[in-house]
């Protein structure tokens, strides 16, 4: 194709493309203007109904919970087609040589990584677990907090630690708490099912409004997920990493 | 809208284009985890702290390393090639 062809063909989509786009921008309400029928009623009804004073939580895990599964099986979905296409791609025989590799890379690491990978990596645990059990006090979450604590994984990797250590296979551990965290949500979806009347009901005690006990099966979905994505996203990162160190082992 | 608002507006749309006018893939990487560190502090602006963690955690962390990750493989691939 020519250039003056692909110009062409990019031209008669992207003008459209931009028209349409600020069309639908000129017809957004303000930032300022007063809320919508459906975020009043929410905003009115959330935290006395559910005790979670985060409404987007409330919403997110309880009154929509069944969008939040899929969402959640998407990232599960995703993390299991990296680690099959990955290691469709690289032979078995290397398979033991990504676990020698992964030891020796800690020779890598400068000594400044060490120690900033090393004090980074508890305070990352900590503020994701943070964000993960407060998701329905203050922002954040199930999936905020899974992406905090899978980039405390990759202080601890930057820093040449090894994460693989003794008989725990680290990968089969993450992988476990990928599934684990996935089956965990539903298994609360069903849940309401058996002790409630619908699928993804409600049905443990609410607690008291503004305490970290609050919002019955709100926080326990939260901490399923949480799993999940810090799983997904690890497993995610040590499929491409395994993949360098392989690509690195045989080229030395 | 307020001043700190019109300003993270302003941010972003600078930081978007520094973004393509990066030419170099790997410093495309960096930039592109500066812009989302500027989009999370407009979804914060707007009052969607959310989202803005979400932004934090997906655009200037995740993405950028992925991105990362996969010019370092293309690069290994390459040399072998």
């Known amino acids: 194709m020519s250039e003056r062809t692909r110009l062409a063909v990019f031209l008669a989509g992207a003008v459209p493309l931009a028209a349409l786009l600020t069309l639908a921008l000129i017809g957004l309400p303000g930032s300022d203007l007063p809320l919508g029928d459906l975020a009043g009623t929410i905003a009115a009804h959330a935290v006395p ?51 020698e590799r992964r030891e020796l890379h800690g ?65 089969s551990l993450t992988e476990a708490a990928e599934a684990a965290g996935a089956a965990g949500f539903a298994l609360i979806g069903i849940g309401g099912l058996i002790f409630g009347a619908v699928l993804m009901e409600n049905f443990v005690d609410l607690g008291s409004k503004g305490s970290v006990w609050s919002g019955g099966t709100i926080p326990l979905a939260n901490v399923a997920v949480g799993i999940e994505v810090a799983g997904a996203f690890v497993v995610i990162l040590t499929e491409l990493l395994d993949q360098l160190v392989v690509g690195r082992g045989a080229r030395r | 809208m307020i001043a700190v608002q019109y300003a993270t507006l302003v941010l972003v749309a600078v930081a978007g284009t520094l973004v393509v006018l990066a030419r170099d893939p790997r410093r495309q990487a ?52």
């Open chain 1, 49 to 99: 109904e559910r005790k979670g004073t985060n409404t987007v939580i409330d919403v997110a895990f309880d009154y929509r919970a069944l969008d939040t599964l899929g969402e959640e099986f998407m990232v599960f979905v995703a993390a299991i087609g990296t680690a099959v296409l990955l290691r469709a791609t690289r032979a078995d025989d290397e398979r033991s040589n990504v676990e």
């Open chain 1, 107 to 171: 020779d890598d690491a400068s000594e400044l990584m060490r120690w900033a990978g090393g004090a980074l990596a508890p305070v990352t645990v900590l503020v994701g677990l943070y964000v993960v059990s407060h998701g329905q006090l203050t922002p954040g979450g199930g999936f905020q907090g899974g992406v905090v604590l899978a980039t405390a994984f990759l202080f601890v990797y930057l820093s040449g630690r090894r994460v693989a250590s003794g008989r725990v296979n680290a990968l």
């Open chain 2, 30 to 81: 960096v930039v592109t985890g500066v812009f989302g560190l500027a989009l999370s502090i407009l979804f914060f602006a707007f009052q969607a702290p959310d989202v803005a963690l979400s932004a934090l955690a997906v655009g200037t962390v995740a993405m950028p390393g992925m991105i990362l990750l996969a010019l370092a493989m293309i690069a290994r691939e390459d040399e072998d090639g």
